[in-house]
């Protein structure tokens, strides 16, 4: 209770901003996949290899972003969540061998191996500080990587 105390707020408005971070570190987390499964299926139709995208056509529609991330009740963002990680799975499925060397489909492993984990079902889930996640945080070494990279060279 110290902490209310210092913030000045009520143990309900204390509450209430605990469940706002919350919410943003997952909407965080659900662009960032959100993002790699659309990049790679921008990579798809580019290459001219759109016949392995078996129903995820959407992702290349320019609204499809907003609509989405934005513009779906909050309490559908788990079942968002859960259908972009099987929409990465069956990418990762149709694209092995074939894409390998685009940064689209590493980028994409990549965020899969440090945002996920796969249970002994099969399902794939976001981690949880039990898994080892960095408490909650969204930043990859990729994202990090990416940032100072530009950030030293400007």
Do not use: W
Not at 92 to 97: I, K, T
């Amino acid at each position: 209770m110290v902490l209310e105390e210092l913030m000045g707020l009520t143990d309900e408005e204390f509450i209430d901003s605990l469940m706002v971070a919350s919410n943003i570190r997952k909407l965080g987390r659900m662009e960032l996949l959100y993002t790699c499964v659309a990049d790679l299926v921008s990579f798809l139709y580019r290459t001219g290899m759109d016949d392995l995208l078996g129903g995820m056509e959407h992702y290349y529609d320019p609204n499809d972003y907003n609509r989405v991330i934005y513009h779906s009740k909050s309490e559908d963002a788990s079942d968002r969540i859960k259908q972009i990680l099987a929409d990465a799975d069956k990418l990762l499925v149709e694209c092995e061998g074939a894409c390998d060397e685009s940064s689209a489909y590493q980028l994409l492993v990549r965020v899969l191996k440090e945002q996920t984990v796969v249970e002994e079902s099969g399902a794939r889930r976001l981690k949880t500080k039990e898994d080892g996640a960095n408490n909650g945080s969204i930043v990859t070494d990729y994202q990090y990587e990416k940032t100072h990279i530009v950030t030293a060279s400007s």
